[in-house]
């Protein structure tokens, strides 16, 4: 059974778009709590203590020299800071797309622009126009996942009186610049590639280019495609393989990616670079930056390469039988509530190592491991020495819930990310029974996943869970996947549906549960 999504007045404007209305709102207080909240960091940010404080610097250096407005630019950009931070994308937020990112991509596209200013393949109102739609490009607040939507992207940007002014200053079409945005829609295929188009051509109209203006609409697109681009590669550029991975951990969710195929999927990221309709812009933007830059890109996309087939080489081992893998149910104290160091160590590396730095404190996962109603299971090496190479954990539904009136009630996105508790807007008529355990997403070591090893520990906390007495088991996983799983004969359905990501919420029913119906895949 499929739990009817609340009903949601869709919005029509006079600017001919609709967009539909997130089924919870913020309270009336989340954002001067926000502005309590990042005071501190305030503080260092305008002292230049901070990542997004450099990034500020680097691009108000740039506008100078391109001869904008400086006090314009910083308005806007200190606009832009203010605007992600009080909404939960600031420096806090521990997703892909926040407010650093922006200006990441604000940056690089700079950077790019000056260079094709001075070939004359960018004329200085292009590069106002890259610049404002690069600085607000994922602003979407209230989204309800990781990855922001273009349509509320408008909505807000629209809806946003002092920057409408800020962009005026600029001397730019607000509908050009919003067109850019929707250019950066990723992937830029399907369904979506022709709701962006629709909608881009929409705005050019809006604009006063007429529908007969191929050249200029053509031109505006490619705009839109350069700015898609440096969206997709700025972070990349900027820092070490260590950053990279950690960018591609966060970035995981919003595009759809299981978080253990981020190496193979991040290589054919950047392969997708080289195909035809991207390969001539792409090494525009790229061989118009400076050396360091270029050289952290390639050593990055190597960095991918090499680690996937460092992870087809185990599964290759996995396959010839030359390593064997058990699981095991663990319990983190013994008799004499003595705990067990090494098995707390290598379970946070392997944690740190899978999940985003940011994604959970550390202080409240390691006091779940040592609670009693805490499901812990392991995938070990079958050796002398037993080797954790991954493991998966889970306890009572009650105990993942978001907290109110902390952070963790932001969309849970302190959690949403390794699915570590409830997301916002999830609802279980068995919350507050007892009877439902809460698994979280299993982290495996790059290379074991993939080769039964998922299977053998979800497998296991089923068991678990069923010998544990619970009646119910639920968790979240790919929409596809749980389908999958219900025509294998598995005793699972979808209880709530996220149709933005197709991350569902899924119950299992564990008294119709046995060995055989559990699916391999």
């Known amino acids: 059974m499929v739990l009817d999504e609340i009903d949601n007045e869709i919005i029509t404007g006079d600017i001919g778009y609709q967009i539909t209305p997130l089924i919870k709102p913020f309270p009336w207080w989340y954002e001067l709590y926000k502005r309590i909240r990042l005071f501190p960091w305030w503080t260092r940010y305008n002292i230049g203590l901070t990542a997004e404080a450099s990034h500020k ?21 200190r606009h832009a800071v203010s605007e992600f931070s009080k909404h939960g994308l600031g420096s806090d937020y521990p997703g892909y797309h926040t407010i650093n990112h922006n200006l990441e991509v604000a940056y690089i596209s700079l950077l790019s622009a000056a260079n094709q200013k001075l070939e004359n393949k960018m004329n200085k109102k292009d590069i106002k126009n890259l610049f404002v ?33 800020l962009i005026d200053s600029f001397e730019v079409d607000l509908n050009i610049v919003i067109a850019l945005i929707h250019r950066t829609t990723y992937p830029f295929v399907g369904e979506q590639k022709e709701h962006a188009l629709k909608r881009i051509h929409e705005l050019f109209s809006l604009a006063g280019i007429h529908k007969d203006d191929t050249i200029s609409r053509q031109h505006y697109e490619s705009l839109g495609q350069f700015l898609s681009i440096c969206d997709r590669i700025a972070g990349y550029c900027l820092g070490d393989f260590k950053y990279a991975k950690e960018l591609a951990r966060r970035n995981a969710r919003g595009i759809g990616w299981h978080s253990q195929v981020i190496n193979e999927k991040s290589v054919k990221y950047f392969t997708a670079l080289k195909e035809k309709d991207e390969k001539d812009t792409s090494e525009r933007v790229i061989q118009s930056l400076p050396v360091e830059y270029k050289k952290n890109f390639f050593d990055n996309v190597e960095g991918f390469r090499e680690a996937w087939e460092n992870e087809l080489e185990i599964k290759s081992s996995l396959r010839k039988n030359e390593i064997d893998l058990v699981t095991v149910v663990e319990n983190i104290t013994n008799d004499k509530n003595v705990r067990n160091e090494d098995i707390l160590d290598t379970i946070m590396k392997i944690r740190q190592e899978y999940c985003s730095s940011t994604n959970f404190k550390d202080k409240e996962f390691q006091k779940s491991l040592y609670d009693m109603s805490t499901i812990l299971i392991t995938l070990r090496i079958n050796s002398d020495v037993g080797e954790i190479v ?64 998922g299977h053998m520990l979800r497998s296991e906390f089923l068991k678990e869970a069923k010998i544990r007495g619970y009646t119910y088991a639920t968790s979240y996983y790919q929409r596809e996947l749980i389908i999958h799983r219900k025509i294998k004969g598995e005793p699972i359905e979808i209880v709530q549906q996220y149709d933005a990501a197709m991350i569902d919420y899924y119950r299992i029913d564990l008294s119709q549960l046995v060995d055989e119906s559990i699916s391999i895949h």
């Open 133 to 165: 739609a690069a600085l607000f490009h994922d602003f979407d607040p209230k989204k309800e996942f990781e990855k922001p939507n273009e349509d509320n992207i408008e909505l807000f940007i629209r809806s946003d009186q002092k920057l409408a002014k």
């Open 57 to 77: 610097d680097e691009i108000l250096e740039l506008a100078g020299q391109m001869e904008f407005d400086i006090k314009a630019t910083s308005r806007i950009i």
């Open 390 to 453: 991954g493991y998966v954990k889970g306890g009572p539904l009650e105990k993942h819930q978001p907290r109110r009136g902390t952070y963790d009630e932001n969309l849970g996105k302190m959690n949403a990310i390794h699915m570590e508790s409830l997301r916002r807007g999830t609802y279980d008529e068995n919350l507050g029974k007892m009877n439902t355990v809460f698994m979280e997403w299993m982290a495996i070591k790059t290379g074991y996943l993939g080769v039964m090893g």
